[in-house]
Every structure is written in structure tokens, then in C-alpha cells.
């Protein structure tokens, strides 16, 4: 039996560990030919090893040419481009008085310009298959919070240029959706366990029920919860979906 995804091909960003690669391994797992893009590239190279008709392409996509150069990659490597996946990121939290302007502008430059070069380099191609794009923000842009405000504010921005790009999508046959993970498991998420269990002197897991309880949740999600939303909105179940914002939170955001 065909898998959905089969003959389709992706661009993911941040694919070399967490929810990108999460994303990635699903991606091809329906079918997909999958360009994992990511700075490390002897982590891409160990985990494109394992996803047959995948390839990888390392790059620093904070760099302004850089988010071109992946899109390149993936239609000279597939042919044409359907799915451009956007899932890197890296903003600093803490005390707004002590982040300096080279901490926004890192934040900004990855997430934010990341997404938007992508999106301009990848929008011929996925307009040319009528494809689509999926953009990962956070819930962090919806619920404001005073150690959060780069990604909180990167994420709003993040949601505003989805329903902007979803709305030129309608002319061009391009879908544009975003997700806004909640706590998801990854490396990102045990760093700010480990902080939080030095700043109180907590043992990890005592810290990790401290956050679970401040955002209302029972459990934290796993990667592969966000990763199954991305396969979903990239199929064929999702055809008028456009320009939704999916928050994969376990309940956190409670606001309509
Ligand atoms: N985990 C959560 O709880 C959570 C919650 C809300 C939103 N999110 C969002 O979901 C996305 C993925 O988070 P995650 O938890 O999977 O993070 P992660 O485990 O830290 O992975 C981040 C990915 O981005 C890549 N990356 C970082 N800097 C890069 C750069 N300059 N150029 C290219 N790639 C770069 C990393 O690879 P290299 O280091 O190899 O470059 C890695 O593959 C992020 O946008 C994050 O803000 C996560």
C-alpha cells in the first residue's frame, strides 16, 4: 500500500536533534524524500544514514544567504520542493534587563528570518506543486511571560507571517500553517529543567513537575506528538487547512 507522502519531498530545518529530526524521521517515514537541514553536520550525516532517499545540508541558517542555499539544495537534490518544514530555533531566556541586543538579534535572526527567507526561497518551488509550509512557534507567543521575551515575541511574529503568507497562498495554491508546541521533551526542554533544579535546589525531576504545574499541563509532549501534527498538515487530510495555528500544548493555552 502507498504511503501519504510518497513522491513528495521536504526541506526541514533544525533537523539535526529534537523535533526537527522528530519531524524529519516522520517526514520519511510517510513516504517523503527529506533534506534535513542543521549547522552539525556529522549529526545530520549519522541520522540522514538511516532515512533512505534523504540527504542533509549543513548550514548556519541565521546567515543571510544561508536559508537560500537550503532550498537550493533540496530542489537540485529532489527536483522541485512540496513541504518546507521550519523548526529551527534557539532564543535566550531570562531577565529582559540582562539580554543585550546580540541576544535578540540571534533570536530574530534564526527563527524569525529564518523563517521568512525560507519561506521567499521556497515559495516558487511549493507554488510550482502546490505545496505547502509548516512553521514551529511556541505557545510562548501566545501566553507572554517575563523570562521569555525574545521567543515570546519571535513566536507572535511567527504566527502573524503565517496568516500573512497563508493569505497570499490562497492566489498561489500554497497552504501555510504554523504549531505552537507546548513543553515538548527535547534537549531544549531538560536545559531549562537543569536550570530551574540549580536556581531552587530541586532534583530534576521534582523541577520538572514544577514546570509541568506552572503551565497547568499533566504531562510534557514528545516529539513525535508535534511531529504527527506536521504529517498531518502536510497530507492530504489537511487540503483546507490554511492558515491555521495549532497549539500542541496539552492544554496549556486556555484562552478562545
Ligand atoms: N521543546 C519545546 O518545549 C519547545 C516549545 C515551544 C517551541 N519550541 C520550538 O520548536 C523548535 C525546535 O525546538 P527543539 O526543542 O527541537 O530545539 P533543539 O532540540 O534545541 O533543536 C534545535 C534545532 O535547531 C538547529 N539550529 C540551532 N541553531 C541553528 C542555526 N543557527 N542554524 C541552523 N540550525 C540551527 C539545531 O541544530 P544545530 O545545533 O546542529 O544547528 C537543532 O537541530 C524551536 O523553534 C523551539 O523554539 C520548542
Not at 111 to 126: D, I, Q, S, T
Not at 208 to 227: K, L, N
Not at 234 to 242: H, K, L, R, T, V
Request: charged share 20%; with cysteine.
Amino acid at each position: 500500500m502507498g504511503r501519504k507522502l510518497d513522491g513528495r519531498s521536504a526541506l526541514v530545518s533544525g533537523a539535526s536533534r529534537g523535533i526537527g529530526l522528530t519531524i524529519a524521521r516522520r517526514l520519511a517515514a510517510d513516504g517523503a524524500r527529506v533534506m534535513l537541514a542543521a549547522r552539525s553536520a556529522a549529526a545530520l550525516q549519522a541520522e540522514t544514514a538511516g532515512l533512505p532517499g534523504c540527504a542533509f545540508h549543513a548550514a548556519d541558517l541565521s546567515l543571510p544567504g544561508a536559508a537560500a542555499e537550503a532550498v537550493d539544495a533540496a530542489v537540485r537534490q529532489f527536483g522541485g520542493l512540496d513541504l518546507l518544514v521550519h523548526s529551527a530555533g534557539a532564543t535566550q531566556r531570562g531577565d529582559f534587563l540582562l539580554l543585550d541586543d546580540a541576544a535578540w538579534a540571534d533570536g530574530y535572526a534564526l527563527k524569525l528570518f529564518g523563517a521568512v527567507r525560507l519561506c521567499r526561497a521556497a515559495w516558487p518551488h511549493l507554488r510550482a506543486s502546490g505545496g505547502s509550509a509548516v512553521l514551529i512557534a511556541g505557545v510562548g507567543g501566545r501566553v507572554a511571560s517575563a523570562d521569555f521575551t525574545i521567543g515570546g515575541s519571535v513566536n507572535a511574529a511567527l504566527m502573524n507571517l503565517t496568516k500573512a503568507l497563508a493569505d497570499r497562498g490562497v492566489a498561489d495554491s500554497v497552504r501555510v500553517n504554523a504549531i505552537n508546541p507546548g513543553s515538548i521533551r527535547t534537549g531544549r526542554l531538560t536545559g531549562r529543567i537543569d536550570t530551574l533544579a540549580r536556581e531552587r535546589g530541586l532534583d530534576p525531576e521534582a523541577a520538572a513537575r514544577a514546570i509541568a504545574a506552572e503551565t497547568g499541563v499533566a504531562r510534557f509532549g514528545e516529539p513525535e506528538e508535534i511531529a504527527g501534527v506536521v504529517s498531518f498538515l502536510a497530507g492530504p487530510d489537511a487540503s483546507y487547512i490554511q492558515g491555521a495555528i495549532l497549539d500542541v500544548d496539552g492544554g496549556w493555552v486556555r484562552a478562545v
